[in-house]
C-alpha cells in the first residue's frame, strides 16, 4: 500500500506571500493528483501529474519522479486560497490513495 | 450539467437501521467512487466500480454494499449502522486516461451521525 504524507499539516500565511505544500508517497506511481477541499467541504480538483510541471493561474504543481515527490506552490496568496490541499497517488488499479492534507490559512 | 449529485445532505440514524445514501452523475464517466472522511484521516475509500454492473472493495468496506445497475447512479447502502460509520460521505465520478489517472468529480458530501 502506497503511503501519502504531507507537510506541513497546518500552514498560516499572510496575504502576498509564496506557500509550498509538500507532498511524498513511498511506492512508484502512475499519477499524482492535487485537490481543493473548501471550508464548506466541497472537494475540487487542482492537477493531475504524471512528471514535470503545470500551472494554472496562482497555482504550480511540480513533480519529481525520481525522488517521489511533489509540491504545490501559491504565488501571491491570497484570502480566498484558505483551504485544504490534499494529495492523492494513483496507482495501476485505478484506486487513488490520500495523504491526510493541509489545511492552509491566509490572513488579510 | 448537474456534475455529482449525493442525497441526503445530512442524516441521523440510529444504531441498528439501516439506509441508503444515493449518488448520481450526469457526465456519463465510467468510474465511480464512495469515500467516507474523517476527522485526522484522508479519505479512504469504500467501494468503487469501473462500469455498470461492475463493483470492487475499497480500503473500509466493511458494513457497507453497492451496486450499479445504471452509469449514471452508484448507490451505498449502510446495512445495519454503527457508531463508527459516523463520518462524511463522498461520492465521486471520473473518467480515466489509464490506471491511477482518474481526474475526480466529487459530489457535495453527506453528513451521517449515528447514535
Known amino acids: 500500500k502506497n503511503e501519502v504524507e504531507q507537510s506541513p499539516q497546518n500552514l498560516t500565511a499572510q496575504e502576498g506571500e509564496f506557500i509550498t505544500i509538500n507532498c511524498s508517497y513511498s511506492?512508484?506511481?502512475?499519477?499524482l493528483h492535487w485537490l481543493q477541499q473548501h471550508p464548506g467541504g466541497g472537494i475540487v480538483s487542482l492537477f493531475m501529474?504524471?512528471?514535470g510541471k503545470k500551472k494554472h493561474g496562482r497555482l504550480i504543481a511540480t513533480i519529481n519522479i525520481q525522488e517521489k515527490h511533489s509540491s504545490l506552490h501559491i504565488t501571491a496568496s491570497h484570502p480566498r486560497d484558505s483551504a485544504v490541499y490534499i494529495c492523492?497517488?494513483?496507482?495501476?488499479?485505478?484506486?487513488?490513495?490520500f495523504g491526510k492534507g493541509t489545511l492552509l490559512t491566509v490572513n488579510p | 450539467n448537474a456534475g455529482v449529485t449525493q442525497t441526503p445532505k445530512f442524516q441521523v440514524l440510529k444504531t441498528g437501521q439501516s439506509m441508503t445514501l444515493q449518488c448520481a452523475q450526469d457526465?456519463?464517466?465510467?468510474?465511480m467512487s464512495w469515500y467516507r472522511q474523517d476527522p485526522g484521516m484522508g479519505l479512504r475509500l469504500i467501494h468503487y466500480?469501473?462500469?455498470?454492473?461492475?463493483?470492487d472493495q475499497g480500503e473500509v468496506p466493511n458494513g457497507y454494499n453497492v451496486s450499479r445497475s445504471t452509469t449514471e447512479d452508484f448507490p451505498l447502502r449502510l446495512l445495519s449502522a454503527a457508531p463508527s460509520q459516523t463520518s462524511v460521505y463522498f461520492c465521486?465520478?471520473?473518467?480515466?486516461?489509464?490506471?491511477?489517472?482518474?481526474?475526480?468529480?466529487f459530489g457535495p458530501g453527506t453528513r451521517l451521525l449515528v447514535l
Open positions: 501529474l504524471s512528471s
Open positions: 492523492a497517488v494513483g496507482g495501476s488499479n485505478y484506486k487513488l490513495t
Open positions: 465521486a465520478s471520473s473518467y480515466s486516461s489509464g490506471p491511477g489517472k482518474e481526474t475526480q468529480y
Open positions: 457526465m456519463n464517466h465510467e468510474y
Open positions: 511506492v512508484g506511481i502512475s499519477a
Open positions: 466500480s469501473v462500469g455498470a454492473g461492475i463493483t
